[in-house]
């Protein structure tokens, strides 16, 4: 079982990614990644497209396979073994940036079906659980309405409220907002604010810098498959260190 | 009458006949040339058609033979058991009705409202046979009625009529050494009730088969994935009256000497794995047109490999390929008609055969096959009927 490959770590790391390596064919994606997550921190990790972000946060729940290094989630080695793989993801949430939610179920049933699947909760708990989350992400009164019919944001609190279902440790946030209109992308932006007060470890890769300087802990600036910089948002936007973060943040903050 | 609210602009009224019949028909002198022209030909064809249906035709084998084309040569004495499957049918159907509703309703009606006038013909028929079929609207009555108890639920059902395909089957071949239900050899099938047979096991066996078919072709399992794709393409490669007579005529020849496999058997094979093959690439278009994003969300959110197909990729993909699925059951059953070239007595052998059976009506080819391609359009246009509300049904949530 999972318990056997649980490896010494302090008690306060929750990721810990070692020289984590990654290539698409012969496209260095990752070139040797190493980044330690505490517990309850909210970090965010930005930089230009293509620099790598979303395939790292894509290796924490395997969705990509690393070829080097090692990923250790809440104490489970990511390796071959499909067990450890299907443990991992029982601990991880994701949310995705064009949502994922499965068209041909009900927002109630997109919610409740992995927690009677893959935890074999009985349907009546996993009901109570969904609607209570629901109300959490400020929809209550759409469960029984299929996806197709709600509006982007909508359809977004619903992805985050399956993903909490599952009653991850951590939640990866993959561009959330990058497919939503403007005026949708503070009702998720609430929410993921109030999902990072309540003490929720999350990784968010998001251009969103007004969300990143007030919920993160901590901030990556991730370029060319590795992280160049990392601090405290405060000294991240008031003092960059490295060339290309004042570049990227000259682009991304005047625009 | 006058209204106030001059304000409210309302959609204009839609024009009286007339004027309708002036902008769509008369709009031009060569409009109005060709639709006489249309309406003149259509008057001739008609009435052509219409004074030949009901006067010139001779229907005598159609209506002196309405057994054979039923049920072929099936014994008389064991016709009970096909008068128990439409029994089956029929509460079945009014099950459904109440059940499920919709589409079902119109199937459950039609059926019975079909046989309830089969029950009235003026033709010399038994009063017990008669008696039958006027059981039937009573027994969709009575499972409409049950329909309202508990058992009323949509998985009871679908059980149900899974149970009464098993049961179809047993009752027709029946069970050597009982004696009130002897053995039928399926040499004596025939007629509308094989067509059925081996249309319906060829839908029922094919769509699973043709499911891990196509499955099998996406597989990451080298060996899996070679044997299903040639097995498709080498089935898809073959005309189906040659993997028929295959079965029929070459297959008995390797099986060592005393090992015989009924001939509808072996036709029902043969069709059910041509039928599978053409599935598997149905099913493959939609496996394909799933997102990949869907098998993202399903695996993240904890599902295993199972689950992720089982409840995410095929109810979605089968739903993007009903239409084709659909096409291809139709096909399919008219594809039984091949079995006549094995010697199977289906629904056209019978037909020749009745015109066969008597010198007077020799010439009356016209006639029975016409009855024929009826019988057959009924059935075909009652399939892609049920397609499209099944499309109309499912189309809920649509992305």
């Known amino acids: ?255 | 009458m006058s209204t106030n609210s001059a304000a409210v602009i309302r959609p204009p009224s839609p024009p009286g006949l007339v004027r309708w019949l002036k902008k769509n028909l008369f709009s031009t002198w060569y409009d109005a040339l060709l639709t006489i022209l249309a309406i003149a030909l259509l008057y001739f064809v008609l009435k052509g058609a219409l004074s030949w249906v009901l006067f010139t035709a001779n229907w005598a084998p159609v209506i002196n033979s309405p057994k054979l084309f039923a049920v072929g040569q099936y014994p008389p004495k064991q016709l009970w058991r096909v008068g128990t499957i439409l029994f089956m049918v029929s509460f079945l159907f009014g099950l459904s009705w109440r059940v499920w509703g919709g589409t079902v309703r119109t199937f459950a009606l039609t059926l019975a409202v079909a046989l309830g006038i089969v029950a009235l013909l003026p033709i010399s028929m038994e009063l017990k046979l008669r008696l039958g079929f006027l059981a039937n609207p009573i027994l969709t009555f009575i499972g409409y009625q049950v329909g309202r108890t508990p058992i009323g639920k949509s998985r009871w059902v679908a059980l149900g009529w899974l149970l009464s395909f098993v049961l179809t089957i047993l009752l027709l071949v029946g069970i050597e050494g009982v004696s009130w239900l002897p053995k039928v050899e399926t040499g004596l099938w025939g007629g509308l009730l094989l067509t059925f047979l081996l249309a319906l096991v060829g839908i029922v066996a094919s769509f699973p088969i043709g499911v891990l078919l196509a499955l099998g072709r996406q597989s990451k399992l080298p060996v899996l994935k070679g044997f299903c794709v040639l097995f498709i393409e080498i089935v898809r490669g073959v005309p189906l009256v040659t993997i028929l007579f295959m079965a029929s005529i070459i297959l008995p020849l390797f099986l060592p000497g005393g090992v015989r496999i009924d001939r509808v058997l072996r036709a029902m094979v043969g069709m059910t794995l041509f039928a599978a093959a053409y599935m598997a690439e149905n099913i493959r278009g939609g496996l394909q047109a799933i997102p990949r994003g869907q098998i993202e969300a399903a695996k993240a959110v904890g599902l295993n490999n199972f689950q992720t197909m089982g409840l995410i990729v095929l109810p979605q993909a089968l739903r993007l390929v009903i239409p084709t699925i659909v096409g291809q059951f139709i096909a399919l059953f008219m594809d039984t008609t091949l079995a006549a070239i094995v010697g199977l007595l289906e629904l056209l052998a019978i037909g020749r055969a009745v015109l066969e059976s008597n010198v007077e009506w020799k010439l009356l080819n016209m006639e029975v096959y016409l009855f024929i391609a009826v019988i057959f359009w009924v059935f075909n246009y009652a399939m892609s009927y049920a397609s499209r509300r099944l499309e109309v049904a499912l189309g809920v949530g649509e992305r």
């Open chain 1, 1 to 255: 079982m999972a318990e056997a490959n649980r490896t010494h770590l302090s008690a306060d790391d929750i990721i810990i990614c070692r020289d984590v390596h990654k290539w698409f064919d012969d496209f260095h994606v990752l070139q040797g990644v190493s980044l330690t997550i505490k517990r309850q921190e909210v970090v965010v990790i930005c930089g230009p497209s293509g620099s790598g972000k979303s395939t790292l946060i894509r290796t924490i729940n395997r969705l990509e396979e690393h070829q080097r290094g090692d990923i250790i989630v809440d104490g489970i080695e990511l390796s071959h073994d499909i067990r450890n793989i299907e443990a991992v993801r029982r601990e991880v949430g994701m949310v995705f940036q064009q949502f994922n939610l499965f068209p041909h179920l009900t927002v109630l049933q997109n919610v409740t079906l992995a927690p009677i699947w893959a935890r074999k909760w009985p349907k009546e708990k996993a009901e109570e659980t969904a609607i209570q989350l629901l109300e959490r992400v400020g929809i209550p009164e759409q469960a029984h309405k299929y996806p197709g019919q709600l509006s982007g944001g909508q359809q977004q609190r619903v992805a985050i409220a399956r993903a909490l279902a599952m009653q991850p440790k951590i939640m990866l946030f993959d561009e959330p907002t990058s497919a939503l209109d403007p005026e949708m992308i503070k009702e998720v932006l609430d929410v993921m604010r109030e999902l990072a007060r309540s003490g929720m470890t999350m990784i968010v890769v998001t251009h969103e810098m007004g969300f990143a300087r007030e919920a993160a802990h901590r901030i990556v600036f991730f370029d060319a498959g590795n992280i160049v910089e990392q601090n405290t948002p405060e000294e991240f936007f008031a003092n960059p260190k490295e060339e290309r973060t004042k570049l990227f943040l000259s682009q991304i903050l005047t625009h």
